[in-house]
């Protein structure tokens, strides 16, 4: 299989516009338990020079921080409601006047409409293959009744592994992958036709993390020692030959001059021996520095449009990609920037201003406690279910624990996404409070901040989804300490 193939497949785990603006965006996900309140969010996209943002939904309460804020805006639909939008105009029409028209009207400058988030991707075993394009059209149908159609263009953002080069490692060998590529075509045809983009989400970091064998170089932007040359075309890393890829099959079934988003890009800090502070800084302030110049790709010099994946930490998101998905932001969950970066004319990252938090105390393994009680693992198990344990594992910042930090960091991610309630202390014959920071070195014993108006309203229902297999895992560790 070819090295470029095999950035396509690692991918599994997870225009013409008018009034384009060229210069970087970025997600603005909500999975977490504390959410930092949206116009504080606002404030710290623009005080870092982002100038466009991209959202997953539709959220009143983040629309409306955005109103009037000179951000440039995608709204998302999210995968569960094609089905519904394909099969309804008026459906289509609804939400386009409750989540576009509403906002654009007080002050939100939104300018796409995203339909969806990566339907295609393998893993989903083509359940939004009937529904995805009668969706797309509808929600285009709906912004041309509400007379917005100039203004708000319909996107898909897709994974890519929609396209590949073969078991070649060039991008000229590419195009779409065969089991969609007729309804890719269909659909690039309607992009083309309504003056909409092709937006891609394209991930480096992903290579690395399922192919031992891929070259690390190759995922960064500062010198491969192998580059790829094709046909005089120089590929220096894997971002450019990704996206230079899209290019040749946009440009084999006639849409050359399609305009591209990278709708996701950027590098997690934590859950992974590849995925920390350092490497995330390489990557993503090399990205910014071509950003910022102008580089393009080979194919297509000049400004790309893009957007950072992604801009704070998520502490409820689904970890069966793998464990650094909790941990894509370039701020922690409180908007603490996680470490220096030059974003849009900003010079230094800043972080949120006005956050709140917390008391200083920790929930730890009491110094009585026995390891050999049976509740141990029992009590890890429960809590990390329920709590955010990606921290710990190989290679992770908080790695190189002993079995009774382990225990601890567990118990304390527990109690602090349950607001340090009393309750969430009482592990049997095993918990303390301290008000001692147990934190050492890198791994950081988290305090978190005030719940609000928009925090989780159900704690139990988000965090449960934190994955039980890396609870096991966690438990299969704790008996190898013991």
């Known amino acids: 299989m070819g090295l470029f193939r095999g950035l396509v497949v690692a991918l599994l785990c997870f225009n013409v516009l008018v009034g384009f603006v060229f210069g970087i965006g970025v997600n603005w996900g909500t999975q977490d338990t504390h959410a930092i309140p949206p116009a504080s969010v606002v404030k710290m996209i623009k005080d870092n020079g982002i100038q466009k943002v991209k959202l997953f939904d539709a959220d009143y309460n983040i629309l409306n921080a955005l109103s009037k804020s000179g951000l440039q805006v995608m709204v998302g639909i999210p995968n569960e409601m094609l089905s519904g939008l394909a099969n309804s105009v008026a459906a289509a029409e609804n939400w386009v006047s409750k ?84 309804l890719m075509l269909n659909i690039v045809q309607f992009l083309s036709d309504n003056g909409a983009a092709f937006t891609a989400n394209i991930y ?35 971002f450019d030959a990704n996206h230079d890829t899209l290019v040749w099959a946009l440009a084999k079934n006639g849409f050359g001059n399609l305009s591209i988003i990278v709708g996701e890009i950027g590098w997690p800090t934590d859950g992974d021996q590849n995925a920390n502070l350092q490497l995330a800084q390489r990557f993503n302030q090399g990205f910014m520095t071509r950003i910022k110049n102008n580089v393009g790709t080979p194919m297509r010099p000049g400004p790309v449009d893009a957007y950072l994946f992604s801009l704070v930490d998520e502490d409820a998101k689904s970890i069966q990609p793998g464990n650094f998905e909790r941990h894509w932001g370039l701020f922690y969950f409180d908007g603490t920037p996680k470490y220096q970066l030059s974003l849009g004319t900003a010079n230094a990252i800043v972080g949120a201003s006005g956050v709140k938090y917390l008391a200083k105390k920790w929930c730890v393994l009491s110094p009585s406690a026995n390891l050999d009680d049976p509740e141990v693992p029992l009590s890890v198990s429960y809590a990390c279910a329920n709590a955010d344990c990606t921290s710990l594992g190989y290679g992770t910042s908080c790695g190189n624990l002993d079995i009774r930090g382990n225990i601890s960091y567990a118990f304390n991610s527990y109690y602090q996404i349950h607001d340090q309630l009393d309750t969430a202390c009482r592990f049997p014959n095993l918990s303390t409070v301290t008000n001692s920071d147990p934190s ?43």
């Open 440 to 482: 050492t070195g890198d791994c950081k014993f988290r305090i978190m901040i005030e719940p609000s108006e928009y925090s989780s309203s159900s704690v139990n229902v988000r965090a449960g989804a934190l994955g039980k297999p890396l609870c096991l895992i966690l438990v299969a560790l704790l008996y190898a300490f013991l």
């Open 204 to 238: 480096p970091f992903i290579s690395l993390y399922n192919n031992p064998g891929f070259p690390a170089d190759y995922a960064f932007f500062d010198g491969y020692s192998s580059p790829i040359d094709d046909n005089g075309k120089i590929y220096q890393n894997v």
């Open 99 to 182: 989540n576009v028209s509403s906002h654009v009207s007080n002050g939100v400058d939104i300018r796409y409409a995203a339909v969806g988030n990566e339907p295609l991707l393998s893993a989903f075993n083509g359940s939004f293959l009937t529904t995805l394009f009668p969706a797309l059209k509808n929600i285009q149908s709906a912004l041309i009744k509400a007379g917005l159609s100039n203004q708000v263009k319909v996107t898909i953002p897709l994974n890519a592994d929609v396209y590949d080069s073969g078991t070649s490692t060039k991008p000229s060998d590419g195009d779409f992958r065969a089991d969609t590529k007729d």
